[in-house]
């Protein structure tokens, strides 16, 4: 988060409300562009947080390294002082569960027997088949590591920020850039990368150092603030470790809706319904996420589902983060009251520096002015 000084408000509007307000006014504005990749799905809007950046914000397609904003962005608004970010890891692999339940689905293909051989009545052909052929590529040991596309990811959104903040990511102000993580290696490996990307917007064409070596020092990892719930033994207790604390997700999995992708979807694989369910089904519209995100393919698991399809999985998934998360339960948002007890200290004292540094720029000015009225009243007087 740098914290280098910036100029003078030049409207009585609160920076940090004025500065969030202009920020999400752009952001929205970005979500409503229409994408031009000729590769993106039609199912990317129901992928939740597995969904490529750019197809949220279709203005990194043409330039993924310039910020793509409204002209009048903070003008005569507000100049910002500090910037405090939370910011999601890069695209990753998926999690060891998540494989090895890909691989539980793509062994059932393959075991298809009397099953299989016949055309989808939708798509014209035999999607099972196809995906029964198709080598598996995905492996236990990239387990949600950070893929290359990732430390693009924030390698770009670190030269959009300088770009978009000259003032604070300012070359003088690159040994004041503080970077905190969790454990995890793909979000120490996101820290790297995007110091990696703020050390080539300074020094363009060069190669970085280890960032052990950079000014602003590497990634400082905190799990007690960054990983608060991992840390808050009501929230392990009430929630994650209860088997009865997603009973409503657990309903919904066995409810109609489900039960109407899963009899579609074991018509288009040609497999037993009873050897499907509804975490195969995830695991299933999600891989079509990844090949997206990873390797930019339309991968033959899209043909899998439809629109109708995506909206249910994609109410699956929320719903889980509502109970897990989300506000299903009190302790939930209570846990993370460390990390925005953390974030507002930081805004409060660079409010109060900046505020400490005006005063002392007014007592100045007055000074020198009375210093200067003076020396003209001692020089007509003499």
Not at 144 to 166: H, I, T, Y
Request: aromatic share 10%.
């Amino acid at each position: 988060m740098p914290r280098g000084p910036g100029r003078f408000l030049r409207a009585p509007v609160a920076p940090a409300a004025a500065l969030a307000a202009a920020l999400l006014s752009s952001l929205a504005r970005c979500s409503l562009l229409e994408s031009g990749d000729p590769v993106a799905s039609a199912l990317s809007p129901y992928f939740g947080t597995k969904t490529r950046y750019e197809d949220v914000n279709p203005g990194l397609l043409p330039n993924p390294e310039a910020p793509w904003r409204d002209p009048e962005l903070l003008e005569g608004t507000c100049t910002p002082v500090q910037l405090v970010a939370v910011i999601r890891h890069g695209t990753r692999y998926p999690t060891a569960k998540q494989i090895r339940k890909l691989r539980q689905l793509h062994e059932l293909l393959q075991a298809r027997g009397p099953w299989g051989g016949r055309a989808s009545a939708t798509s014209g052909r035999d999607v099972g088949a196809v995906l029964a052929d198709r080598p598996l590529w995905y492996a236990d040991w990239m387990d949600g590591q950070l893929v290359e596309k990732g430390r693009q990811d924030m390698r770009q959104l670190a030269l959009r920020l300088a770009s978009l903040f000259p003032t604070l990511f300012c070359r003088e102000n690159f040994g004041r850039l503080r970077l905190v993580t969790s454990s995890k290696h793909r979000c120490v490996d996101s820290g790297v990368a995007f110091l990696q990307g703020l050390w080539q917007h300074y020094n363009p064409g060069l190669t970085p150092p280890d960032v052990a070596d950079m000014e602003c020092g590497p990634p400082r990892i905190n799990d007690k603030l960054m990983r608060f719930f991992d840390n808050c033994k009501k929230f392990l207790t009430e929630v994650e470790r209860n088997a009865t604390a997603l009973y409503h997700v657990e309903a919904f999995k066995t409810g109609p809706e489900m039960q109407d992708i899963l009899k579609k979807v074991a018509a288009t694989l040609q497999v037993p319904i009873n050897d499907l369910n509804a975490d195969l089904i995830q695991v299933a519209f999600f891989t079509c996420s990844f090949d997206l995100a990873i390797k930019g393919i339309k991968s033959p698991w899209c043909d899998v589902f439809d629109i109708d399809d995506a909206k249910v999985l994609e109410y699956l998934n929320d719903l889980k983060q509502y109970w897990k998360r989300g506000y299903g339960y009190t302790i939930n948002s209570r846990s993370s009251c460390i990390l925005f007890e953390d974030i507002f200290q930081h805004l409060d004292k660079a409010v109060e520096q900046k505020q400490r540094k005006t005063t002392q720029y007014w007592n100045t000015s007055v000074s020198s002015s009375l210093i200067f009225k003076k020396k003209n009243v001692l020089k007509l007087k003499g």
